[in-house]
């Protein structure tokens, strides 16, 4: 059986190394090479929104993903005619990939989400501002990673500033801050017959924006993770989607759960699994798009924490500093292959396993402090 997958990133080489293990074959088809397929695999270079180029990529195929939510599956579609099946389908990724849609599709399914207002105009923007008091998130509706597309709108003064740097043809999101005590993550796998298994509840702690660690499990009273489960099990099916979706969420002082976002993938708050679960993310998202028996997301360690291993400055990559890190026992280092190091570029992380959260987490800062890149 061959799997493509749309994109050539870090998240496509685990997604290829889990295939790989399952026997499966993997065809990777990417705009350029940035390094991480490489040697897993056939990786196939060239304009992905070539029809001609896409046509000859999924020919031999016998299902096509993707793993980053800009892939063109809506013209893939069109061209494998239901033919090969696509997952997740352009229905999906059409309500994910705005912001403004997604928030809109999640409210109106129930789900609680921060108050927003799509803003076509400067003014609507400006009077939605008002309305929620600041702090408010300006968001960009397309296009935003790593909270490129945000900015934090604390004056007056900021609003002005803020739409133009973000604001696309229809405007901009704007959303109330959300006072939240701790950011919340839950990997659901989903197939396409509505089957999901749901994986534990996560913390995830951001710096400058990013994902800096991730503890599983998050220490949070049952109550709250139940909800958190049922919440993200819903928000999946609210947008039909089949595959892992990552789902980002916050928790308030009061024990509310509201959703952040979707991510129609496998999602860096669940890299974790790969070494502390029964079965990880990107096994469980190969098995939903095939359509075979999910396996058993929960966790065989009492805890684990995952540090993002960021670029230090320009260069190439070396892995000079590996064998220092390599002498932390129950840490596991993952290196993506990247070809060039830049500045805060995500270039692997290391997950620890231990019988306590603190105790992952000393194993997994001091293994990733070591990886100098
Ligand atoms: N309404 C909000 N109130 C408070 N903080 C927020 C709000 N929305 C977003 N944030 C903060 O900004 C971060 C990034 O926001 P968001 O997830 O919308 O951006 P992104 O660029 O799509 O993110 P990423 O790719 O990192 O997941 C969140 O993880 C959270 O820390
Ligand atoms: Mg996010």
Redesign the pocket.
Known sequence: MRIGILGGGQLGRMLGLAAIRMGLHVRFLTPSSEGPTDGIGETIIGDWTDPAFLTSFTDGCDVVTCESEWAPIDLLEEIVDGRIPVFPGSSTLRAIRH?GRQKTRLREAGLPV?EFVCCATLEDAASATQSFGFPV?F?AFRG???????ATVRTEGDVLGAWDKLADRDGVLV????P?VR?LAVMVARRDDGKCVVYPVVESE?RD???HAVLAPAAVAQSVAASAREIAIAAVEAVEAVGVVGV?L?EMPDGRILV??L?PRPHNTGHYSIEACHTSQFENHLRAVIGWPLGDPSLRVPAAVMINVLGHRDGETSVASLPEALTIQNASIHLYGKRSVKPRRKMGHVTATADSLSAARVAAETAAKHIRL
């Not at 935003?144 to 945000?150: K, L």
């Not at 959303?175 to 959300?178: F, G, L, Q, T």
């Open positions: 912001k921060p998130l968001k935003s990673y790593d909270g490129y597309g945000n959303e109330a801050w959300a939240f950011e951001q924006h990013r994902c980002e916050f952040n976002e991510a």
